[in-house]
């Protein structure tokens, strides 16, 4: 089965509660209505816990951007308890490795306490030391990032990753899960696809069938650094339909579903900066420096999170109400959005969506 990257909905999981799902009805009719102050709260918090990583994969653009080491506040996800049974979804992702802030098992504790989803993406180095809280908190679903089917590929690309510890312990996790007759947690390889990987994602596919998952998520890379140009996917359309292709058919064969980005030039954006977006409405999202951005692919900051103020006053920031007014409106909206590389929303029918070197495309990290 063939998935695309969601942009106006979410994870299905767990059936919503009324509340969750009156303001979730409420939210897609304020996105459907354009409005740019809403009377809905989000439906999904993206918390980035740190831009920290206990890996140096050669792709990320941590590499090419300069920062300081800022981890979440605690307090902050305390502040925001009293929301978390209204939101469908807690996301715990970012430009860091979320697993290795000595919080994360302490804010899956508080989020279980509500009926919002947990979710994190990971590069499953820390598996082995969550597995006992995936379960305890009920993590509903979670994704590993793996560059390769081969331990030498992947190896190679996420540097200090070591794909072998993670099949193990994602087939111990998937072996309680079926012990358990679970249905959580729902999980996904997230793979990068590039030059010289893309003819291991078969394999990915291959290895994500044996290990018992339910699915194959693909990006591009997208190359902050010139370095990586040779690396760019751009202009190799038919070798990545090959690919794509054969995968496809693996997939339908083990039962993974494949969620795959557009062919250069069959995106539905056509010649937009972007697919629509709708990320301003649905989401709210909080750096690890403590700066609320509009999504964790720009370099964008709105405002310093703010426990003086009420949620509402800023989830209704002049920041947000203009970036609702103008994020689609291709004449108005911010440069970053002009050259979007968020994989769920920009347009890769354009060069600039692979090619991002010598561009602003990271926010300047501040301590706290």
């Known amino acids: 089965m063939i998935l695309r990257a969601k942009t106006k909905t979410l994870f299905e999981g767990k059936t919503l509660t009324e509340k969750q799902k009156q303001n979730s009805d409420l939210n897609l009719s304020e996105i459907d209505r354009k409005c740019t102050v809403l009377k809905s709260l989000p439906r999904r918090l993206v918390l980035e816990l740190t831009n920290a990583c206990n890996l140096n994969c050669v792709m990320c653009g941590r590499n090419a951007a300069k920062f300081q080491p800022t981890a979440f506040h605690l307090d902050w996800l305390q502040w925001l308890e009293p929301i978390l049974d209204d939101i469908e979804e807690v996301t715990l992702m970012g430009w860091g490795e979320p697993t290795i802030h000595p919080d994360f098992t302490k804010m899956l504790e508080i989020i279980n306490r509500h009926s919002a989803r947990k979710y994190f993406c990971s590069n499953g180095m820390n598996l082995k030391n969550i597995t006992d809280a995936i379960f305890q908190y009920k993590v509903d679903v979670f994704a590993v990032s793996v560059d390769g089917a081969t331990a030498e590929t992947n190896a190679k690309i996420r540097k200090g990753s070591d794909l072998n510890q993670i099949a193990n312990n994602l087939q111990n996790i998937v072996d309680i899960k079926h012990r358990e007759s679970l249905k959580y947690p729902y999980i996904n390889f997230v793979f990068c696809a590039m030059k010289s990987n893309l003819h291991e994602l078969p394999g990915v596919v291959k290895l994500a069938g044996e290990l018992g998952l339910e699915e194959v998520k693909v990006v591009y890379l997208t190359a902050f650094d010139s370095n990586l140009m040779g690396e760019s996917l751009w202009n190799c359309q038919s070798e990545v339909e090959k690919v794509f292709h054969e995968a496809q058919k693996l997939g339908e064969k083990l039962g993974v579903a494949l969620k795959l980005p557009y062919i250069q030039g069959h995106d539905v954006a056509l010649n937009k900066n972007h697919r629509d977006c709708f990320v301003s409405w649905r989401d709210f999202f909080l750096g690890s420096d403590g700066y609320v951005r509009p999504c964790m692919s720009t370099h964008v900051k709105f405002f310093k999170f703010d426990t003086d103020r009420s949620f509402m006053d800023m989830w209704n920031d002049k920041a947000y109400q203009s970036y609702r007014k103008h994020v689609n409106d291709s004449l108005k909206m911010d440069e970053a959005c002009k050259k979007c590389y968020q994989s769920s929303h920009c347009n890769w029918?354009?060069?600039?969506?692979?090619?991002?070197?010598?561009?602003?495309?990271?926010?300047?990290?501040?301590?706290?």
Do not use: C, D, I, V
């Open 349 to 368: 029918n354009l060069k600039r969506s692979f090619l991002q070197y010598n561009e602003e495309f990271a926010p300047k990290w501040e301590k706290k």
